[in-house]
């Protein structure tokens, strides 16, 4: 079955190397449904008027907030049967490699060198002196959600509840497991405070999916035009 279906993926890029590097995690199973939610900037309040406001109820703060809910089904029987690297790792290891890389999505990374190749780098150094604990610096990484060429996003993994179903009998490596995760789509206002070459290209993504969304809105000005006729008494 992989390979005939084009699949999601959730991609985390390291911008602590010279070339940001993309760590890509495929969805081994589309999600059958997902929650796409939206939320007023500025939260409940926003277009109430009060302190601070226009005074406009139709004022608005800025783009709203998007978000996404997704459950993601892993089965290490099926990486073994598609074979090639994904299936030598699931024979060792079941599914948490594929766990591990969701987990690291929720933790900050060290913005000065490290994140999760430096890190491994720094494990296997061979010699070099151990590195001193940091304290983290509470940058999580940047990601892009890609559920097909027509919505592409910047996010922020928000949340991660894993089920794991069954396990390994030797090792008890988990070998069949649903993830929930959830995730916020980064705006242009909020990446307006990052920094280095993963804004220019989060911000682009974000601009390219809103530009398909407001080609589509129009399109759809014609069922518009075509169901209001009868419905409006002028």
Partial sequence: MAGKFLRGALIEFNDSLPIPTP???????NPEGMTNSWA???GAAAGKSGAGSSGDPMAAAGNPVQSFSLDLAMSATDMIADGGVGGGLATVSGIYTRIAALEMLMFPVDTGGGGLLGSVSAAFG???PA?????PKGKVPMVLF??????????????LSIKETLYDPILLNPTQATATVGLQVLTPEVL???TGILKDVSVAAWNINHALRQALAIANLANAVESSIGMLPF
């Fill in 131 to 135: 590195p001193k604990t940091k304290i």
């Fill in 40 to 42: 007023a900037a500025g």
């Fill in 23 to 29: 760590n890509i995690i495929i969805f081994q199973f």
């Fill in 192 to 194: 307006a405070n990052t």
């Fill in 126 to 128: 061979g010699g070099a």
């Fill in 146 to 159: 890609v559920w097909g060429p027509g919505r592409i996003v910047p996010v922020r993994v928000t949340s």
